[in-house]
């Protein structure tokens, strides 16, 4: 399930999620409220981060809601990548990933599709206009 909203009220509920879930959380809300429910946070076996620092850092950058869970109750992707941090361990963990944008993640990832993209001749090139005020 994957939901990326500026909502304040939650949009994604726990008792809809089955065993084996997993959630992508991408939306932000500025006044602080959260697309997902508290109880998804909390019950989640396994969380996920991009950068602890980035997801409890005050608001706007941060993710108040992961707040309850602490910083020891949450992994980085890179941890999980690296084989130092568990991810999921069962088919029917209910995982979170929870995204507040780490901008060199976002242009490594940039940089992939765009790669892909010249290797199998998607997409068209243009040129721009240099433009002088």
């Not at 809809?16 to 991408?26: D, F, K, R, Y």
């Not at 508290?38 to 707040?67: C, K, N, T, W």
């Amino acid at each position: 399930m994957h939901a990326t909203t500026a909502a304040q009220e939650p949009v994604v509920r726990l008792e809809w999620l089955s065993p084996g879930t997993h959630v992508s959380s991408v939306g932000s809300s500025m006044a602080g409220g959260s697309e997902l429910d508290p109880a998804i946070v909390e019950r989640a076996d396994v969380v996920v981060v991009e950068q602890r620092a980035s997801a409890f850092a005050p608001l706007p950058a941060g993710a108040p809601e992961l707040e309850p869970r602490g910083r020891d109750g949450v992994v980085e992707l890179g941890e999980v990548i690296a084989g130092t941090a568990a991810g999921r361990s069962s088919a029917d963990q209910i995982t979170l990933y929870k995204s507040v944008g780490v901008a060199v993640q976002d242009l490594a990832a940039a940089a992939l599709v765009l790669a892909a993209a010249q290797e199998h001749g998607a997409g068209q090139e243009i040129e721009l206009e240099e433009i002088h005020a």
